[in-house]
């Protein structure tokens, strides 16, 4: 059993927060204690601010009792790191929501965390911009959120993923402080970039306040190329020759045989038998289309090609993508256990990843399943098994280890827009030298030097 909160904090959190924004009911703060990793732990009190004042004045009352802090955006992220292990405060973002500015001569938004990406995207087409960052989540998942996990989707291959697409933040640090870094510029050259630092930290070290948002104009003209291939390793080596071409698409997918058949059968998707398929995008001016699609579909053209074609008009294409974003959920489908880990590698080595990942379904005997964001070297990497069976579960967990060998072997990492959390932590230090975790854990300690955020996420616990 933790020790309830103590009075004199939960008092001083009423009288900042106010009205009905401080929620200590049980069964109001159970749907604040789980995330998209199926890991649940109950917070001893939940926090809604509305406002930066609110924000600091929390998290300086919250240090004085050394109570833990959990910053929420919409709970989608699938690493378990927003779930409150240590208990404490949860400090959800749901009401700090308004897009304080849209600025079209600078190319920039200026937003609070609890906004959602598709109201964003909403707001900046209006103007003719959008903000690069689109994760399968993207109608439902926030900015707060999408920053914390450094979030990406597919137009990353082009644009970059969270942390390329923001100038600058303000953000309350642990130690109860408001600073502002970064810019409302493209290029800067003062100091530290502790935006950076704190763009994918998982709410380990700042609660992010407001963001400057870099945002891009729409494309004139988009077209859609899908290509289908006799088996994976032919579909992994276009990908390598598209992305050591000139043209960069705007999105580069790729499905392996069995996720192919998923989203025909599950997704609907009109796609003949393949071993592998590429999704293929180029974007830009109506007068270069035609030559950026000449391009790609050169580079794409190579042994093992089944069929290359064009979407016919938007309908098409919305279609094929419609059957790709609901490709992570029918996994499911096939059995009801799934470890997904979104990999990264070198574009030069997906071939070498792909093969390995097929090495590995066949020696534990288990479906597993690859696709993602090509472009980026960034695979989602599924292993599918039945929890009620003792032997399978222990199969895949021990795939999930040889999949991580694999990815660190090719010079890779172990996560490209899913973040740490709690899930991967006590991996860390396969992929990461002590010297650097330990300037790591040393960030962390001035940022937060009494531990009290998000406590027991990203990094494991010093020797």
């Known amino acids: 059993m933790r020790d309830p909160l103590p009075p004199g904090l939960l008092r001083r959190l009423a009288a900042c927060l106010g009205g009905d924004a401080l929620l200590t009911d049980p069964a109001e703060r159970l749907a604040y204690g789980f995330d998209n990793s199926r890991r649940q732990a109950m917070p001893d009190a939940v926090a809604l601010p509305t406002a930066d004042a609110q924000v600091l004045e929390l998290v300086r009352a919250c240090r004085a009792h050394r109570v833990p802090i959990v910053a929420r955006g919409r709970g989608t992220n699938t690493t378990g790191a927003t779930v409150p292990v240590a208990g404490g405060v949860v400090v959800s973002f749901e009401r700090m929501d308004r897009i304080r500015a849209i600025r079209p001569d600078d190319r920039l938004a200026l937003v609070e965390p609890g906004v959602l990406n598709a109201d964003l995207q909403v707001a900046a087409g209006a103007h003719g911009f959008f903000w690069p960052p689109d994760p399968t989540s993207a109608p439902y998942c926030s900015v707060g959120g999408n920053l914390a996990c450094n979030a990406g989707g597919p137009r990353a291959v082009k644009y970059g993923a969270a942390r390329d697409n923001v100038l600058g933040l303000r953000a309350v640090t642990g130690a109860g402080e408001l600073v502002r870094c970064g810019a409302p510029t493209t290029k800067g050259a003062t100091g530290y970039d502790f935006t950076r630092f704190i763009v994918g930290s998982e709410g380990t070290l700042a609660l992010v306040v407001e963001a400057t948002l870099r945002l891009v104009p729409k494309p004139a003209a988009t077209r859609s190329l899908r290509a289908l291939y ?209 300037l790591m854990r040393a960030v962390k300690a001035t940022f937060d030097p009494d531990g009290i955020l998000n406590p027991g996420k990203v990094l494991p616990a010093a020797d």
């Open 230 to 438: 006799t088996d994976v390793a032919a579909a992994a080596a276009a990908v390598a020759r598209l992305m050591a071409q000139p043209v960069a698409p705007s999105m580069l997918e790729f499905m392996d045989g069995d996720c192919v058949r998923l989203a025909r059968e599950v997704g609907g998707a009109d796609i003949p038998e393949a071993g592998a398929l590429l999704m293929i995008e180029a974007d830009g001016d109506a007068d270069t289309i035609a030559h950026a699609v000449a391009a790609l579909s050169r580079a794409a053209t190579g042994p093992g090609l089944l069929a290359l074609d064009v979407a016919p008009d938007a309908a098409a294409r919305e279609a094929l993508w419609s059957a790709r974003r609901k490709l992570s959920p029918a996994l499911r489908t096939l059995a009801p256990g799934k470890i997904n880990e979104d990999v990264v590698v070198p574009v030069s080595r997906i071939p070498a990843l792909v093969d390995g990942v097929r090495a590995l379904s066949a020696e534990f005997a288990l479906p597993v399943l690859a696709f993602g964001h090509a472009g980026n070297g960034n695979l989602h990497v599924n292993i599918l098994y039945h929890p009620e069976d003792a032997a399978e579960s222990q199969r895949a967990i021990a795939c999930m280890h040889r999949v991580f060998d694999l990815v660190i072997a090719l010079d890779g990492i172990l996560s490209g827009e899913h973040g740490i959390g709690l899930v991967k932590r006590d991996f860390l230090p396969r992929a990461i030298d002590p010297a650097t975790l330990a």
